[in-house]
């Protein structure tokens, strides 16, 4: 694989369930972060993490969380769905030098 | 609070320029991000400003003024795949990325 890897690529969900995001890298950046993207509203910081071992709370952290136990993986969790979190999920990576993030393809999300 | 504001939609012709304005207000500034969307598709980077004045990458160019809290981009010769959505985002004091809600750009023949 070359880049960010993010499954599955769309899921429907019933309100209250479990789900887990996942999002790999191969490109050995440091720094991670997962973003949920609403219409009309610019994309939003859920959680991110600056190098393996390490996490910290975006713009929009309530009914996620996230765990960086190694480089290339960074899997987002929803403990019990909700409406409201109905979005697109974007996975990025940067390296901490450059900064420039880069975007996996994204999850469609869909909670009923 | 932290606001970043771009037009939500602009249309122009094929082969013509167009300008996209970014204006921003935000705790501490390091640096300015234009990332262009397709439909559908992920955010890809188009370019990076933090020192005042025009960075030229081919068909596209960036335009920084830090006193004015003011971007452009700016996209020359359009062509119909320049169709997408152009999101500029400002990386604030905590290093972190402000993201404004992005311009849907419509190119017509």
């Known amino acids: 694989i070359a880049g960010i890897t993010q499954a599955p690529t769309s899921q429907i969900l019933a309100a209250g369930r479990r789900m887990t995001l996942r999002c790999t890298q191969d490109?050995?950046?440091?720094?991670m972060y997962w973003y949920r993207q609403d219409l009309g509203l610019g994309l939003r910081l859920i959680h991110y993490?600056?190098?393996?071992?390490?996490?910290g709370k975006g713009e929009v952290p309530d009914g996620y969380s996230v765990s960086r136990a190694n480089t290339d993986d960074f899997p987002l969790t929803l403990a019990s769905a909700v409406p409201s979190q109905t979005s697109v999920y974007f996975c990025?990576?940067?390296?901490?030098?450059?900064?420039?993030?880069?975007f996996g393809p994204g999850t469609r999300l869909t909670v009923l | 609070g932290q606001n970043i504001d771009q037009p939500t939609e602009m249309t122009a012709t094929e082969g013509a320029i167009v300008q996209i304005n970014c204006t921003y207000q935000t705790s501490g500034f390091n640096g300015l991000f234009w990332y262009q969307q397709h439909a559908g598709e992920a955010p890809t980077f188009l370019s990076y400003n933090v020192l005042d004045g025009l960075e030229e990458k081919g068909r596209f160019s960036s335009f920084l003024s830090r006193s004015k809290g003011y971007s452009y981009l700016l996209l020359k010769e359009l062509q119909m795949k320049d169709s997408a959505s152009y999101l500029c985002?400002?990386?604030?004091?905590?290093?972190?990325?402000?993201w404004g809600a992005g311009t849907k750009l419509i190119i017509k023949p």
């Open positions: 990025a990576s940067s390296d901490l030098t450059t900064d420039t993030q880069y």
């Open positions: 985002a400002v990386r604030d004091s905590n290093y972190q990325l402000i």
């Open positions: 490109m050995r950046h440091n720094a």
């Open positions: 993490s600056n190098t393996a071992g390490t996490t």
